[in-house]
């Protein structure tokens, strides 16, 4: 950085605190305690005053931020971009309605775009890619995300996870706003609707739907960590969410059978990890391709997908109210688990 800036707040960005904006403007190349010390000394002013480090800013503010000084390491360009990628950065708009060609850069980079909404990107996630990095696996939606929008003042953010085997759609906040407003929603287990749809081992017994509830835990296994139905002596809601243990429900519905297999659609009524895999794979039909909890080997991986979100709409929207926001997209799964384009009708869930 080779002299002061002044970066003015975008809509997208308002409401942070001054120490995440400059955090995610300036990337990883600059330590936070770098960022902090600018705080802490005054080199970093918001609108010419002096502020501290966890006061909100707003659209229209100037911050003001100080060069890098000789005795820090010089930081890299503020981007994202893989020096290794033939993608371009995208173009300087805001992304809170991505433009056609963001669309045509993301699925360059394998995230196709089912649908958008304000400050909402809809992804359909592929299966066998994670939402973030971790270890043994760089490639990830975020890694992609960066790339896409290495100059976007805000960048797009997961507003939640699947597991990395499980495709579908996949919540993108383009706004910070967006993205704690989901966040919100998220925590309420009741004001999201999430469907999924899962072909499982087996001849599901019920012929209308039923509700599942179970207690799971997290326990240590021979082959690891495992998600575990825990029996009602073995219970402990006491530690969270996820652990020791914690109370999971879905409701399924049968849709087609086909040989020894039976497709799915499950709703969500909790959001544990791995639930559904483990709430069908304790009942003795676990999903195909899902080697970790017993299913069969599937040349087309593990066969879960979400498949539907249904989102109230925000409260600024005209359609606000009792509207909803829905969102689906079918997975592309081959024959024989094809799946027609109407499976399963939304007054039947």
Known sequence: MSGVQHIT?????????????????????????????????????VNKGRAKPFDRIAEGDVVRVPPFHSEEPEAAPVTNADPHSDMRPGPTSAPGTPSPDHAARLEQAGLSVAAQAEGLLVLHKPAGLPVQPGTGHADAVTSRLARCFADAPFMPTPAHRLD??????????????????????????????KFYLAWVQGDWPEKTPVTLKDT?????????????????????????????SAQASCTVTP????????????????????????????????????????GPA???GMLL????????????????????????C????????????????????
């Open 216 to 244: 799971l835990g997290k326990r240590d296994t021979a082959k690891g960590e495992r998600v575990l139905r825990l029996s009602p002596d073995q219970g402990n809601t006491t530690g969270g969410d996820d652990g020791p």
């Open 9 to 45: 707040v975008t809509p997208e960005e308002s409401g942070q605190k001054l120490l995440q904006f400059l955090q995610r403007r300036l990337g990883k190349d600059v330590p936070k305690a770098a960022v902090m010390r600018w705080i802490r000394t005054g080199q970093v002013r």
């Open 298 to 300: 599937c040349a087309q």
């Open 330 to 349: 079918l997975p592309d799964w081959k024959s024989p688990f094809d799946v027609p384009p109407a499976p399963l009708a939304p007054s039947d869930l």
């Open 305 to 328: 997908h979400a498949w539907r979100i249904v989102l109230p709409a925000p409260a600024d929207s005209p359609a606000s109210g009792n509207e909803t926001l829905t969102f689906t």
């Open 164 to 193: 990395k085997d499980t495709s579908g759609l996949l919540l993108v906040a383009t706004s910070y706003a967006r993205l704690q407003s989901l966040h919100a929603l998220f925590r309420n287990e009741h004001a999201i609707g």
């Open 255 to 294: 849709v087609l059978r086909r040989g020894n297999a039976t497709l799915l659609a499950v709703r969500l009524h909790t959001g544990r990890t791995h639930q559904i895999r483990v709430q069908l794979a304790g009942r003795g039909f676990p999903i195909l391709g899902d080697r970790k909890y017993g």
